[in-house]
């Protein structure tokens, strides 16, 4: 069975780091393209970042470029979002999600980050 | 502002028929046949519903179906349920970038 389980969301104060953790299994995780997509109180999906299997390539939002740095380790079937300077906007529930063929096919649970003082 | 446009809200009785767009560009939508579609209930994560336009996952109801017409797809669902109710979001893929559609309330009166 395929899971996918986020962690390290909590509170941070703007300006502040914090790393998320997704940690895969169920599948072969250096076979696939992975994604976070974050989702802001209220609101709809955002696309964050992907990253292709090998970790050679990244793509970020614009809004988070310089920012945010998504890497993976397929030893340990896991995939990470580094965020740093963090703002109020970026509060959300982030998801990681696995990609067959241009397609965000599983969902992790997500995990809350909220950033205020 | 959304790369793909969405009805903010539909509604229908159950065992009706709803039909929700989602429009975007030549460079997204019409151009990749990648368009996917996320049903998402209140505090849960979302799940797809339909893949590369058409397709149905392996659990997925044949209620839902998905079509294209140049630069919109759209997502039909037939037979409407109360656990239907839910938001809606299209997706595309496109040289690596993803967008999303703003999201659709589903509503079943």
């Known amino acids: 069975e395929v899971q996918l389980v986020e962690s390290g969301g909590g509170l941070v104060q703007p300006g502040g780091s914090l790393r998320l953790s997704c940690a895969a299994s169920?599948?072969?995780?250096?076979?696939?393209?992975m994604i976070w997509v974050r989702q802001a109180p209220g609101k709809g999906l955002e696309w964050v970042a992907n990253?292709?299997?090998?970790?050679?390539?990244?793509y970020y939002v614009d809004s988070v470029k310089g920012r945010f740095t998504i890497s993976r380790d397929n030893a340990k079937n896991s995939l990470y979002l580094q965020m740093n300077s963090l703002r109020a906007e970026d509060t959300a529930v982030y998801y990681c999600?696995?990609?067959?063929?241009?397609?965000?096919?599983?969902w992790g649970q997500g995990t809350l980050v909220t950033v205020s003082s | 502002q959304s790369a793909l446009t969405q009805p903010a809200s539909v509604s229908g009785s159950p065992g009706q028929s709803i039909t929700i767009s989602c429009t975007g560009t030549?460079?997204?939508?019409?151009?990749?046949?990648?368009v996917s579609w996320h049903q998402q209930h209140p505090g849960k994560a979302p799940k797809l519903m339909i893949y590369?336009?058409?397709k149905r996952p392996s659990g997925v109801s044949n209620r839902f179906s998905g079509s294209k017409s140049g630069n919109t797809a759209s997502l039909t669902i037939s037979g409407l349920r109360s656990e239907d109710e839910a938001d809606y979001y299209c997706?595309?893929?496109?040289?690596?970038?993803?967008?999303f559609g703003g999201g659709t309330k589903l509503t079943v009166l």
């Open positions: 999600a696995r990609i067959i063929a241009g397609t965000l096919y599983y």
């Open positions: 169920g599948f072969i995780f250096s076979s696939y393209l």
């Open positions: 990253i292709k299997q090998d970790g050679s390539e990244e």
């Open positions: 030549s460079s997204d939508v019409g151009s990749y046949n990648l």
């Open positions: 590369e336009g058409s």
């Open positions: 997706c595309s893929y496109a040289g690596m970038r993803v967008a």
